[in-house]
């Protein structure tokens, strides 16, 4: 007994040894995870677009129409790039790409208003970009409702008129309605997969080609030190990181703490069996070429399953990182109870020691040859 845990502990330090000594495998399981922390969150810092140009066509010039332009220019979304009496200008901008939008303040609007009609104020948006269209549209409506609410005291004791009750979305899970914090949760755990599968299998090819044959002692003390390697990557991301950027975080934190060892295991018993088909450490950068975009777009975060393909929606739900990724927003973001992820984690762990298996026999078999 105590000969097996020595071995298994020379197994399991020679592991981080031979990671340590090779660049590029270091930078992979260990340094790559520090970077994505920092490039992934900074590039979405900003969480949503601001100052996108519009053009506004003040066909009344009145000082209702002047109130508006005063209150939209107030707003952080939008960018006022011009004013103009001229909606074929304000056409020729947009397709000019100089402007994101075209807000119309027709030559009746004051009337309209006044008598408590419906409609007047046109809003034309690029569809080019959604992200923009909606910033643009969010911008603008508040301002509007902002004026015309102000204009509309002014009447009210000849008017009938009463403005709708407005409706203000608040999001539960994020508050910012922000990209990054859309975004970013949702990679965390793909960069995790992703890195796992690059550097595990670039170390066990590099093993393979000098006929790397493991006993049990050795393939478990392998495996304990990547489980080490790829918990203390997620706590970083789901603890460090989604403090640091102030992302939703913390939801079940004793959940989540349940989770991370399943997925690392699962995607450590997947890695395994793909790394045993290998003949060379340089393999594995050709998996990851093809598998990271396609990974996250079946995982339903970018798209929604229920608009995929049923036999894509099957392969999405398929895959340890689509389980991955859903658990761990519940968890990490939603703050749902354990027990509603304990079937993703039953499948996660299940499959995991499918493969695990797979994997320790492909290994110890191929070698033998």
């Not at 332009?69 to 009496?85: D, F, H, L, M």
Request: a positive charge.
């Amino acid at each position: 007994m105590k000969t097996s845990m020595k071995e298994f502990l020379h197994f399991y330090f020679k592991t981080f040894k031979d990671i340590a000594r090779n660049s590029s495998i270091f930078t992979t399981l260990v340094l790559s995870v520090f970077l994505y922390s920092f490039f992934y969150p900074t590039a979405y810092k900003a969480q949503h677009a601001e100052s996108l140009p519009i053009v506004i066509v003040d066909e009344e010039q009145s000082m209702l129409t002047s109130n508006i332009i005063t209150e939209v220019s107030k707003s952080p979304n939008v960018k006022i790039k011009a004013v103009t009496g001229n909606f074929a200008e304000a056409q020729m901008m947009i397709k000019t790409q100089q402007a994101d939008g075209i807000l119309l303040l027709p030559d009746n609007l004051s009337n309209s208003v006044h008598r408590g009609e419906v409609g007047g104020v046109g809003l034309y948006l690029s569809a080019a970009y959604f992200l923009k269209t909606k910033q643009i549209g969010l911008g603008i409506a508040s301002a509007i409702e902002q004026a015309i609410a102000e204009q509309t005291e002014k009447f009210g004791h000849i008017s009938h008129f009463s403005p709708a009750l407005s409706i203000h979305q608040v999001p539960l899970f994020n508050t910012l309605s922000g990209y990054g914090s859309y975004v970013f949760p949702a990679i965390a755990p793909l960069i995790i997969h992703q890195t796992i599968v690059l550097g595990l299998s670039m170390l066990i090819a590099g093993y393979r080609q000098s006929k790397w044959q493991p006993k049990k002692t050795e393939f478990f003390g392998l495996f304990c030190a990547i489980l080490t390697i790829g918990c203390l990557g997620c706590f970083y991301l789901f603890g460090f990181t989604f403090w640091l950027y102030d992302y939703p975080h913390g939801g079940n934190f004793w959940g989540m703490l349940l989770a991370v060892p399943i997925f690392i295991s699962c995607v450590i018993g997947l890695t395994m069996v793909i790394a045993s088909f290998f003949d060379m450490p340089e393999r594995a950068g050709h998996v990851i070429v093809f598998t990271s975009i396609p990974l996250f777009l079946l995982s339903g975060t970018a798209w929604p399953h229920a608009a995929m393909p049923e036999w894509m929606q099957y392969l999405g739900k398929a895959l340890p990182s689509t389980q991955g990724i859903q658990m761990f927003i519940q968890l990490n973001q939603m703050g749902v109870p354990t027990d509603l992820v304990i079937p993703k984690m039953i499948y996660l762990a299940t499959i995991g020691a499918i493969l695990l298996v797979l994997g320790y026999f492909r290994l110890t078999q191929n070698n033998k040859k």
